[in-house]
């Protein structure tokens, strides 16, 4: 056996114990210490012992029972996992400068995103997808204080401005951030829907104002599971109303991530609402359906398929 297996299983067995275990049990679990002649294997356990202490592994000779007849070993499990790792502002805004500082997927994006994300559930979520950026999509001291505001559980005001173009006022108890598709999201709970939304960073029209307590987020809540997946990474106020024809309305709604069906028209065609936040990439998706398919809302995205009709035209 090579001996980083042997060193591996050894620090396995000893972390995972209920109690201490002598040598000899040690022996009769592991393959690599029931050698033949038994000085040999026990001079390799000890080395094996004196390598894995040099690692800084916390391996402890303790008593196996309260009147300390026997003694066994165990790696207990709080000296050896590391502590969960959590993040000042300066410190959330010192790591984002180090991932921006070189091009995409550098070992130093890789380092951050690694250290931002963290464990499933925490304050920032990442999916696939994208640099680990925020550049001209969303300004880095307006990532600090929405990943602060959601650390802190803190309540903020913010204008915000949807796919529509409207503008208005936003009060959210923040929950956590996610990056999707090179874009940050605030996930919080929206007081004036009274329920979890996403919003994107480069939609706000303000910095955030400071309204006191939040909240905790609901049990289960997984921040990530409020940004629509789809290549067109789209929030639930990003929505474009689309008609498609009886012929192709199954293919649409199925092709199309987050996509609802919202009615029928008296000629058959299917009305839905379509997950969106980039005009110009859901326009040439659309367009793909030909003349099977009619953008009702927003006036953007009609104008973003106009310019791409004539682009080709042209």
């Known amino acids: 056996m090579e001996p980083l297996e042997r060193l591996l299983n050894l620090v396995g ?12 049990q ?6 690599a210490y029931r050698a033949d002649n038994v000085d040999s294997a026990k001079r390799m356990f000890e080395r094996d012992k004196d390598q894995l202490r040099e690692f800084g592994i916390p391996l402890q000779l303790v008593d196996t029972d309260v009147w300390g007849a026997e003694q066994g070993y165990v790696i207990p499990k709080d000296e050896y996992y590391l502590p969960e790792i959590a993040f000042t502002p300066q410190e959330l805004g010192a790591l984002l400068v180090a991932a921006q500082s070189g091009g995409e997927n550098t070992p130093a994006e890789q380092a951050a995103r ?14 696939a997808g994208g640099p680990l950026a ?20 803190r309540r903020v005001r913010f204008g915000y401005r949807t796919s529509h173009g409207q503008v208005a006022e936003r009060v959210v108890a923040a929950y956590a951030m996610v990056f999707r598709g090179g874009h940050w999201y605030l996930v919080g709970h929206d007081a004036e829907r009274d ?11 303000t910095d955030l104002d400071d309204e006191g307590e939040g909240g905790e987020p609901p049990d289960g809540f997984r921040a990530a599971d409020h940004v ?40 058959g065609w299917i009305v839905a609402d379509v997950p969106m936040a980039e005009p110009a990439l859901l326009a040439s998706l ?27 035209d042209g």
Do not use: C, H, N
């Not at 067995?13 to 040598?23: F, K, M, Q, S, W």
């Not at 659309?286 to 004539?310: K, T």
């Open 228 to 267: 629509q997946a789809g290549p067109w990474a789209a929030t639930a106020q990003d929505l474009a109303e689309v008609a498609f024809s009886p012929d192709v309305a199954w293919w649409a709604l199925g092709s199309f991530a987050g996509a609802r069906q919202t009615g029928v028209d008296d000629d």
């Open 286 to 312: 659309v367009l793909q359906f030909g003349p099977d398919a009619v953008v009702r809302s927003p006036e953007a995205l009609r104008a973003e398929i106009v310019a791409q009709l004539e682009a080709i």
């Open 195 to 205: 329920d979890v939304r996403a919003f994107r960073l480069s939609r706000f029209t």
């Open 13 to 24: 067995l000893l972390l995972e114990t209920p109690t201490p275990l002598t040598y000899e």
């Open 114 to 127: 690694k250290l931002l994300y963290g464990a499933d559930g925490g304050v920032l979520a990442g999916l």
């Open 134 to 153: 925020s550049g001209s999509d969303a300004r880095s001291v307006l990532v600090i204080d929405a990943a602060d505001a959601a650390q802190r559980r």
């Open 26 to 31: 040690i022996r009769d679990t592991l393959d």
